[in-house]
């Protein structure tokens, strides 16, 4: 089994549509969470850290379900920039060492 | 501003012929890592530093080296490059807390990669 398993999509929405994803993880000591974003033959970036209570930046919102063990991340809005392969990243038992899923792609179109 | 760099950006190499490729950063993160990422895969850690000690992961073929002779820098070798071996590499960085920018202490921050041909 992955350590990180996503949905690779393709997420086809049109602009101002809501999209929402997940993925679930298998470590259940998992202590870090965080969204990254990478553009085609680009490096990945950091999107948002993921914390226990939920977090929202701008038009993006993720959460956390440690029982389930599985991260969510919403992108309200959609602008025709937030195409990209969203990565789901956790960090192993060992924190500063994380793991990373094959991502989500979105497609936003006009 | 406080970077990761990669070079070089493209490298072409033949079957079997060494190659090293080099990661510097201006962040001043104790922890450097290497990873293989292949076409629509996740990417892969084939081994990190945190600060001096030199941590591999027990799946990378000894075909992989590293070496990082100070803070700042951080090199991949791969002795003997095979087909399979064409991907981008990515260097990566992270710190402890408190540094500026007041950076997580387990976000990586990613260098723009080398993309490998071997041919």
């Known amino acids: 089994r992955k350590e990180v398993e996503q949905d690779p999509g393709p997420f086809n929405v049109p602009e101002g549509a809501t999209v929402a994803f997940n993925c679930t993880y298998s470590?259940?000591?998992?202590?870090?969470f965080f969204w990254y974003r990478q553009d085609c033959r680009k490096e990945p970036k950091l999107l948002m850290s993921?914390?226990?209570s939920g977090n929202e930046d701008g038009r993006f919102t993720a959460q956390l379900n440690r029982a389930s063990q599985y991260i969510s991340l919403l992108i309200r809005d959609s602008k025709l920039s937030d195409s990209a392969t969203y990565l789901c990243v956790v960090s192993r038992s060992n924190d500063y060492k994380l793991s990373f899923g094959a991502g989500t792609t979105v497609t936003v179109r006009a | 501003d406080a970077m990761v760099i990669q070079n070089p950006r493209y490298q072409v190499t033949q079957f079997g012929k060494p190659v090293t490729l080099s990661c510097s950063q201006t962040?001043?993160?104790?922890?450097m890592y290497w990873y293989q990422q292949k076409s629509s895969q996740a990417p892969k850690l084939l081994f990190h530093?945190?600060?001096?000690?030199?941590?591999n992961e027990a799946d990378t073929p000894d075909n992989f080296q590293s070496r990082r002779p100070n803070t700042s820098f951080c090199f991949l070798d791969i002795r003997s490059p095979g087909l399979g071996d064409a991907a981008m590499y990515l260097c990566?960085?992270?710190?402890?807390?408190?540094?500026?920018?007041?950076?997580?202490?387990?976000?990586?921050?990613f260098g723009p990669g080398t993309r490998l041909t071997v041919t």
């Open positions: 962040l001043n993160h104790n922890v």
């Open positions: 990566a960085t992270s710190g402890p807390p408190g540094l500026a920018g007041g950076h997580h202490k387990y976000e990586q921050y």
């Open positions: 470590n259940s000591a998992s202590q870090s």
């Open positions: 530093y945190y600060d001096k000690d030199f941590n």
């Open positions: 993921v914390y226990s």
